[in-house]
């Protein structure tokens, strides 16, 4: 399935990534699960042969320009907030009793991405793009919230 905006410029991940992609998802699927399966067309598009050295020369030209990297971080930044957003609805449309935290949703949201540059930056490193999603998988398993809830919701009291 090619990713909306794919022919927009910019970064793997700026062209990959769509908040609205969250609300494809199953409605009770837990928060960390959805963001995980949601960072899945960040694989598929640098795991995709034929694009990669295109990406990959991208992603290398926004890294060295503080200036690009700077806008590239702002969108980033953006995009989590709403990403954030985008959670918080499903919360309430599971339970419009639930009263979501902000303020732990953007973190859940920003833990998640996290833990995708990390897989990412280490499958550059390593030159094993491949084994992106597993190590994706094995990074967000380890950081997985313990929570019974799911983080996002806070019932009033």
Known sequence: MPAPGAEEPGSPLRRSLCPTWLDTRPPHE?????LRRTFDVVVEVLTDEK????????????QECPALHAAHLERA?????QM??????????????CRPDPVVL?????????????????????G????????LDRVMEALRPSSAEPPAASRPS
């Open 30 to 34: 837990p928060d960390w699960d959805c």
């Open 84 to 97: 954030a957003e985008r959670l918080s609805a499903r919360a309430v449309a599971r339970d419009p009793a």
């Open 106 to 126: 953007r973190a859940v949201v920003g833990a998640a991405f996290a833990c995708l540059l990390s897989a990412v930056s280490h499958a550059l490193r390593d």
């Open 51 to 62: 694009g990669r050295a295109h990406d990959l020369a991208v992603q290398q030209i926004v």
């Open 128 to 135: 094993d793009l491949d084994g992106l999603g597993a190590r």
């Open 77 to 81: 930044d953006r995009l989590q907030e």
